[in-house]
Structures are given as C-alpha cells and as structure tokens.
C-alpha cells in the first residue's frame, strides 16, 4: 500500500518496567490495523523499576518519543494531548488509578483514546485482585482462550461488564521454528528475578546448572540473565546469581548471557526455567522445554500453570537426557499459537479498537468497577500511592513535573533510588535473616 494511503494512528504506552514497556510497545504495534501506521509515544511511570538504558536497548523496541514521568505528569499530558490508543502496562494497581485519574482529565470531552491492558505473561496469582483492578479499560487483553475464560468468569462472577475481555496471544512471541541440535549443544536456564526468592533454592539451581555443564561437557550451559546488579525488572531481585556465582567455580562451557531472549533462543536446544514466560516462547518456536519440579509444583513458584503441559521435570532426568513432548492440547490454549494461527491472534483486539474509534460520538466515560462507593476501603490507599484522591484529582502536595528535572534534582533522584535499591538487595535480607534467628 503507498505510504500516501496509509492512516497514522497516535499511540501511547505508559509502563512501569523494562519488561512491561516490551508488551506494552509490541502489543500496540500488534494492535494496529493492517492499513494504518503508529506513532508511538513512550511514557515510563517514575518508581522503583523505571527502566536504564541498557534496559530499554535490550528489549529492542524503539519509540518515537520516550520520556520518563510520574503518574500526575501523565495524567496532566493526557488532558492535552490527542491520542487514538492508550495502552496502560502497568501494575494492577496503577492501572486503576490511571483509570480514575483520566476519567477525571478526559470528563466533558467529546472524544478520547481506546484504553487497552492487560497482562505481561501467565497469569498464575491474584486472579481476582488484579482482573478488578484492570477493569474499566476498554480492552482488557488475555493472552490465551483460558485466560479468556476465566477473566469473563471473575467479571461475571462479580457483576461487573465482562465485554471489555479480548483474546490475544502474547505479543512478543516470534522467531524460527525449531529445525535441529545445533553444534555445540546448548542449554539456557532463564532465571527469574523473583522465583525462587531464597538463597537456598538460587544456589541450589545455580548448583544443577553448574553440575550439568560438568556432566556433559560437550554442551553449552548458558545461564540467561534479566537484569544486572542494581537494575530493576517487574520484579525485585534481592539475591542475583551474579553474585552467587562468584564463590563458585564453574567449568568453562558454563557462561552468563545477557540480551534479547528472543537471540538467545535461536541457539537453544533445551529451554530449563521454573516458571518464566520464556517457556511459552520457546514452546512458540517448538525448542524442546522443560519446567523445573525440584523446588515441588507449587503456587508460590507459578510452575503450578504447566500443570499439563508435558513439560514438567527435573534436573535428574535432565542429566539423563530426557527429552520433554509438550501437551498439543495444553499448548494450544496457552496463546502459544505453535500451530501457525499467530498472524491471526490479534484480529479481534483491531476489529474491536476499530469499531470504537469510529463510534458516533465517541466513547463514554471509564467506569471502572472499584469506586468510593463499591471499595472505600481498598481503593483510597491504591490511588493515593500515586498522589490522586478518590475523584482522581491531584492529592494537596503531589509532584507535579512541569519541566525536565535540573542537574541537581537528577543527582537527588539517582542517589534515592540508590539508596533504595541498596535497601532492597543488602539491608532487607540480612534483616529478614536476623529475625530468622
């Protein structure tokens, strides 16, 4: 089609973290029509995990404007600018205050932006407590037919209008197909930052990985990495296993990578993790995937999602060279889409933005389902987090960042999320160690 031809659509994606501005920024490309181009915003929600650079270059999707901003920045932006899609990848709980805080910025205003959002991965814990709090977008994306099901059961269950709920698949799944071993083979652990949490279990796995690359020496053992000390993902990391390999000795075919999961998988013939949404990509491109059972199947640990799957077991049988088959029923409800259907995932997400951008008279207001009058024990405290009142106004005192911060508030900022990051990873541990005593 000539460029001529072509509809540009203004998007906007506030996000909260490296990996949540990943799904966010695809799925608005994802969501796009066929016959139109975007125009991407980016707006990185200040806090804890605001994203580095490094970060931002290694999850690899650019934006045509990208800039960092707190929750009243971006509500004060909202009421100025005009956009035909706003994608909130946030946390469940900003998600609702943003939901309140732009039905205040946009009430009187005859049109406004889709809102659409949704989860980064599985959805394994807080079911209910994070579906509610998303409630009130336009779309609230599910990543499989059976989280589908049951986000309509957990609206439906409680009242609330489950219309808004539209089956997608996850939007960073891609790359090719599985074709053979390759030379040397190659195993990955993708760690997660969060699960396990304790230094017993980390140094456990890491102990597997490390006996399993001395047990087949002929193989590359690639530990892949989230983050590098001091950085924040979706998740805090108290203990990284860059640290813990350090009192180790690991043999040589043993290496510590870092990068887009999607390169590290061109090169994997034995995807091993224990629970991450790497396992569903590798399972898109058909990569042999086990999910670890050593820790136990528990909820704690989100293995409990691949109940099924054909892809539990353990370092054990993996030292024996056991071959995982996943379940083809199992995969196929998981948004995976290994059967080819991937082109087509997003169709009703564009047919449902398209029709509502084209409603007459725009859209109505949000009405999320919380409000001072359903929640007014819950839904105070998660919109005074981000500084708004239970009408979504700014609270008295909320920052309000007209302007670039001067050197001087940048240095403040940097040493405080220091501070903090430094309160997470060394003082809390070694508090939590002391009350173990």
């Given at each position: 089609m000539p460029a001529s031809a072509m509809k540009t659509r203004r998007v906007a994606v506030l996000a909260d973290s490296d990996t949540r501005w990943k799904w966010g920024a695809l799925t608005a490309n994802r969501i796009a029509?066929?016959?139109?181009?975007?125009?991407?915003?980016g707006y990185l929600l200040r806090g804890r995990a605001t994203p580095t650079a490094r970060q931002l270059q290694e999850v690899g999707v650019?934006?045509?404007?990208l800039r960092e901003v707190s929750a009243v920045e971006f509500l004060r932006t909202m009421a100025q600018e005009s956009y035909d899609v706003l994608v909130l990848a946030l946390v469940g709980g900003g998600v609702q205050a943003m939901l309140h805080g732009l039905k205040r910025v946009w009430e009187g205003r005859a049109e406004r932006p889709v809102v659409v959002t949704g989860y980064v991965g599985v959805v394994y814990e807080k079911l209910a407590d994070g579906l509610l709090l998303r409630h009130g977008a336009d779309l609230v994306l599910a990543n499989s037919r059976q989280d589908a099901e049951r986000f309509r059961a957990v609206y439906e269950g409680v009242g609330a209008d489950a219309s808004s709920v539209t089956e997608v698949a996850l939007p960073f799944l891609g790359?090719?197909?599985y074709t053979g071993e390759h030379d040397p083979y190659t195993v990955v652990f993708a760690a997660q930052p969060s699960v396990p949490d304790s230094r017993k279990d980390r140094t456990y796995l890491l102990d597997r990985l490390i006996r399993h690359a001395r047990k087949h020496p002929e193989r590359e053992v690639l530990l892949k990495l989230r983050?590098?000390?001091g950085e924040h993902t979706t998740h805090i990391e108290e203990l990284p296993y860059?640290?813990?390999?350090?009192r180790l000795d690991p043999p040589a075919n043993?290496?510590?990578v870092y990068g887009n999961m999607g390169e590290v998988l061109d090169r994997t013939d034995l995807l091993v993790t224990i629970s991450s949404t790497a396992a569903l990509e590798s399972l898109h491109r058909r990569i042999p995937t086990v999910v670890l059972t050593d820790l136990?199947?528990?909820e704690v640990l989100g293995n409990h999602h691949f109940v099924g799957s054909g892809c539990l077991a353990s370092w054990d049988q993996l030292d024996e060279g056991h071959r995982p088959a996943p379940d083809e029923e199992w995969v196929s409800r998981q948004g995976v889409c290994a059967d080819g259907t991937y082109a087509t995932a997003f169709d009703a997400a564009r047919e449902r933005i398209a029709k509502l951008l084209e409603r007459p008279g725009g859209l109505p207001a949000l009405t999320p389902y919380y409000t001072p009058a359903t929640a007014p024990g819950y839904l105070p405290g998660i919109l005074a987090r981000h500084h708004l009142g239970v009408d979504g106004s700014p609270l008295p005192g909320a920052p309000a960042h007209d302007r670039e911060p001067g050197p001087v508030r940048q240095v403040v900022r940097r040493a405080a999320r220091g501070a903090y990051r430094h309160g997470v990873q060394r003082v809390a541990p070694v508090i939590r160690r002391m009350g173990e005593l």
């Open positions: 029509q066929d016959n139109s181009d975007i125009r991407l915003d650019p934006a045509d404007s790359g090719a197909p983050s590098k000390p860059q640290k813990l390999v350090q043993f290496k510590l136990g199947v528990r």
